[in-house]
């Protein structure tokens, strides 16, 4: 892989996306040719929380360092960026369900601003930072797919504080003092995740995939190794810088197909016993999930479930034309491998699905 720096920084290293981007750089991306190689005498520095373990870092390669800090706190930010003139910096750190409401704003805003005052005092040449779907919300009508003309309509918090976080962004790239990228992904799965997406596996195999409406809402998706794809292409592409891109699988999904997928896998390759029903929930469902969320955001408080609850009605779709027409993004992993290797990697981690 061509990357014109000796030094990468990767914030949120140890996250879900954040394992796989580091594995990428120290070893290559296997399913994408032109990424295949490491580059050359890289060193990779990584961003990691005071109480985090590095082990899986260091296991990774010995070429990463490891720096311990928060985003909130500007001095961590310059102690990581320290020596970092025409590096390229990865920042995948963020926070998607927080304790309290301010925590989006004070992370995801204020963080990513402390990071980027650092890179550019540092002298850092492109900073690439993953978004999410959520300031463009939810898409109008089925059939609608955002692209990156779509106007914002941030989704809640979450997606309020990703929008601000665009939207500062777009000011550091006007001053011209560093080189932004704004990489956009939806839903992601894959290795090294969290235990909310087991416990989906489980709820599968138990009976209760959850269906709200009919399930055949769109929802794009992202497996993480076409992500960093996006992400390193984005890094190295010279007529990136200043622009925003959606990166996600070929194709949206159907939340049947979705949950179709997993059922199968399961039992055609795990030797699980699936009991073939689904959690059925009507529309209104969601709608009285989003009413809930809303009052209880009003008060500064989060609830996960009913967050994830007044979305899955919803289509939240994508198209990648940008991304393939000036990145040569080319997404290789579908739908049923990328959760053939998610399953795999839990089956291997953890000795099943059960928690």
Same mark, same amino acid.
């Given at each position: 892989? @061509?990357? *014109?720096?000796?030094?990468?920084?990767? !914030?949120?290293?140890?996250?879900?996306?954040?394992?796989?981007?580091?594995?990428?750089?120290?070893?290559?991306?296997?399913?994408?040719?032109?990424?295949?190689?490491?580059? /050359?005498?890289?060193?990779?520095?990584? %961003?990691? %929380?005071?109480?985090?373990?590095?082990?899986?870092?260091?296991?990774?390669?010995?070429?990463? @360092?490891?720096?311990?800090?928060?985003?909130?706190?500007?001095?961590?930010?310059?102690?990581?960026?320290? +020596?970092?003139?025409?590096?390229?910096?990865?920042?995948?750190? +963020?926070?998607?369900?927080?304790?309290?409401?301010?925590?989006?704003?004070?992370?995801?805003?204020? +963080?990513?601003?402390?990071?980027?005052?650092?890179?550019?005092?540092?002298?850092?040449?492109?900073?690439?930072?993953? *978004?999410?779907?959520?300031?463009?919300?939810?898409?109008?009508?089925?059939?609608?797919? =955002?692209?990156?003309?779509?106007?914002?309509?941030?989704?809640?918090?979450?997606?309020?504080?990703?929008?601000?976080? /665009?939207?500062?962004?777009? &000011?550091?790239?006007?001053?011209?003092?560093? /080189?932004?990228?704004?990489?956009?992904?939806?839903?992601?799965?894959?290795?090294?995740?969290?235990?909310?997406?087991?416990?989906?596996?489980?709820?599968?195999?138990? +009976?209760?995939?959850?269906?709200?409406?009919?399930?055949?809402?769109?929802? *794009?998706?992202?497996?993480?190794?076409?992500?960093?794809?996006?992400?390193?292409?984005?890094?190295?592409?010279?007529?990136?810088?200043?622009?925003?891109?959606?990166?996600?699988?070929?194709?949206?999904?159907?939340?049947?197909?979705?949950?179709? !997928?997993?059922?199968?896998? %399961?039992?055609?390759? =795990?030797?699980?016993?699936?009991?073939?029903?689904? %959690?059925?929930?009507?529309?209104?469902?969601?709608?009285?999930?989003?009413?809930?969320?809303?009052?209880?955001?009003?008060?500064?408080?989060?609830?996960?479930?009913?967050?994830?609850?007044?979305?899955?009605?919803?289509?939240?779709?994508?198209?990648?034309?940008?991304?393939?027409?000036?990145?040569?993004?080319?997404?290789?992993?579908?739908? &049923? &491998?990328?959760?053939?290797? *998610?399953?795999?990697?839990?089956?291997?981690?953890?000795?099943?699905?059960?928690?």
């Amino acid at each position: 892989m @061509e990357l *014109s720096t000796h030094l990468v920084l990767v !914030t949120g290293a140890l996250g879900w996306l954040g394992t796989s981007l580091v594995k990428a750089l120290a070893q290559g991306l296997t399913d994408c040719e032109s990424l295949t190689q490491p580059a /050359e005498n890289l060193k990779i520095r990584c %961003l990691i %929380l005071p109480n985090q373990d590095a082990t899986i870092l260091q296991k990774i390669s010995e070429k990463i @360092e490891v720096i311990t800090g928060d985003l909130q706190n500007p001095q961590d930010c310059d102690r990581f960026c320290e +020596g970092a003139n025409n590096a390229i910096l990865f920042h995948t750190a +963020g926070i998607i369900h927080p304790q309290k409401i301010p925590e989006f704003y004070q992370i995801n805003v204020e +963080g990513t601003k402390n990071l980027l005052n650092s890179a550019i005092k540092a002298g850092v040449k492109r900073a690439v930072i993953v *978004s999410s779907n959520s300031p463009c919300g939810c898409n109008p009508h089925p059939d609608h797919l =955002f692209d990156e003309k779509s106007p914002y309509n941030p989704y809640m918090n979450y997606g309020r504080s990703k929008m601000l976080m /665009e939207l500062a962004i777009k &000011e550091y790239y006007k001053a011209g003092k560093i /080189e932004t990228v704004v990489v956009r992904p939806p839903w992601f799965y894959g290795p090294n995740q969290p235990p909310r997406q087991t416990l989906f596996f489980q709820m599968i195999r138990e +009976g209760k995939g959850p269906i709200v409406g009919d399930g055949n809402n769109l929802r *794009s998706m992202a497996y993480v190794d076409n992500l960093c794809q996006g992400l390193l292409l984005a890094a190295i592409t010279e007529k990136a810088n200043g622009e925003t891109y959606w990166i996600a699988d070929e194709r949206p999904y159907t939340m049947n197909e979705i949950i179709n !997928t997993v059922e199968k896998l %399961l039992e055609s390759e =795990f030797n699980q016993t699936c009991k073939h029903k689904r %959690l059925k929930l009507p529309g209104i469902a969601s709608e009285i999930a989003l009413g809930v969320d809303s009052f209880i955001q009003s008060l500064g408080l989060y609830q996960q479930k009913i967050h994830v609850l007044s979305e899955m009605n919803k289509t939240i779709a994508c198209s990648i034309a940008k991304a393939r027409r000036e990145l040569d993004y080319d997404p290789k992993i579908s739908l &049923e &491998e990328g959760m053939r290797r *998610s399953l795999k990697w839990v089956f291997e981690n953890y000795g099943g699905i059960d928690g």
